[in-house]
């Protein structure tokens, strides 16, 4: 299943990240934890569906596959991680990836509607508020790394930028791990 590909993917990266970055970011680490506990989650479920239901891969699947074909090449763009790469790189690329995971799970739960598979609509649904709620707090990640880095790269930066740096918070959005 495309989905379960695109789970495996962002879960490789994720576990990379947090062994990386476990020392010298903890509290982006423990943000990743809490991104990376609803992932395999997802991970699980999606193999349990895929070993009950048989049928899976023919009604549901070929239309997963028919309309997902697209975010098949954008997935294979975004999976490639390297390891050298900055926080805000990394965060990026997790952007990137969840928003394709959503994209998918949206794909996923019209796929379903319209072949009225009640089961795997309310799958996608779960999932496609769970990457809302990731995608929010990658981007809320963003600016304290891009502020960080640039410390680090030994940049002089202006007061305001510094100060503004928890004050990019998103009104409502959680941001923790717990």
């Known amino acids: 299943m495309q989905m379960l590909a695109i789970e495996e993917s962002l879960d490789?990266?994720?576990?990379?990240?947090?062994?990386d970055f476990e020392v010298t970011h903890p509290d982006t680490v423990l943000h990743l934890?809490?991104?990376?506990?609803?992932?395999?989650?997802?991970?699980?479920?999606?193999?349990?569906?895929e070993g009950r239901d048989g049928t899976l891969s023919g009604r549901v699947g070929n239309g997963i596959r028919r309309a997902s074909l697209v975010l098949a090449g954008i997935g294979g763009s975004a999976v490639g991680f390297v390891r050298n790469e900055t926080v805000p790189d990394q965060l990026r690329k997790d952007c990137g990836m969840a928003s394709l995971?959503?994209?998918?799970?949206r794909s996923l739960f019209t796929t379903a509607s319209a072949l009225r598979e009640g089961a795997i609509c309310r799958l996608a649904a779960e999932f496609l508020s769970d990457y809302a709620?990731?995608?929010?707090?990658?981007?809320?990640l963003l600016?304290?790394?891009?502020?960080?880095?640039?410390?680090?790269?030994?940049?002089?930066?202006?007061?305001p930028a510094v100060r503004s740096r928890n004050s990019n918070r998103i009104e409502g959005v959680p941001v923790h791990a717990g």
């Not at 490789?12 to 062994?19: F, H, S, V, Y």
């Not at 995971?101 to 799970?105: D, H, S, V």
């Not at 600016?143 to 007061?159: F, K, M, R, S, W």
């Open 33 to 49: 934890r809490y991104i990376a506990s609803f992932v395999t989650a997802h991970i699980a479920q999606l193999r349990d569906l």
């Open 12 to 19: 490789r990266a994720l576990t990379t990240q947090i062994d």
């Open 133 to 140: 709620r990731i995608t929010l707090i990658l981007q809320d």
């Open 143 to 159: 600016p304290d790394a891009v502020v960080t880095q640039l410390e680090a790269d030994g940049l002089h930066l202006e007061e």
């Open 101 to 105: 995971a959503y994209a998918g799970y």
